[in-house]
């Protein structure tokens, strides 16, 4: 429940709601939610407890006291909590067993394969792009909904590397690399029969 707005002097606006404060910064849209859980000494505000001490510090009374906010240590930048994997499928949806190793070994049956990610970062509701590259695949990084999978159909065998990063648009040193996972593909018997005969007739043609 939404209990207070207040326009703060840096452009940004405060709401107070029963779970604590968010500051929203109208120029890149984005949030940050402060309660008892990180840093805030009150769980819930009380509606138009909000007191100016001066151009940066701000009394908010809640049914458990008073706290204090400061501007100067409000910061939308990146926190450090990096995407997961969460899981791995393949063809139809057939789980893969994922032991948080840094290389993926698949099957040469399993050409099609889809990666779950996750994001865990409820306190710093920053707008964030998400991109993945395929080192080996794809040629430049490719935009993704962080709530949508990464799928891969139909793949050659070899090796490949999957990255994964998030940025905030606009502001530059923003990009975090949080995946880099080597993934090897099998080739089939006859795949591998083939590149075989294929390197002794190079060889004898040399």
Known sequence: ICLAIECLDDGNILTGTTHGISITNRKNKSTLNYNENNGLKIGSMREGCIFKINDTTYLIGGTEGLALYETSKTNFTLRNKPIRLERISTNDQTPYIYN????????????NFSFYLAAHDYENVIKKIYEYKLEG??????????????????????KYRLAVRRRIPGEAGSVREDISL???????????????ILGVIIILAI
């Not at 948080?100 to 050409?111: A, L, S, T, V």
């Not at 080597?182 to 075989?196: C, G, M, N, R, V």
């Open 182 to 196: 080597d993934i090897i593909l099998k080739p089939a018997w006859y795949e591998a029969a083939i590149t075989q």
């Open 137 to 158: 695949f794809d040629s430049d990084w490719r935009r993704f909904d962080i709530a949508d999978p990464i799928r891969f159909m139909n793949m050659e065998h070899g």
């Open 100 to 111: 948080k190793e840094d290389q993926i070994i698949f099957k040469p049956e399993q050409r």
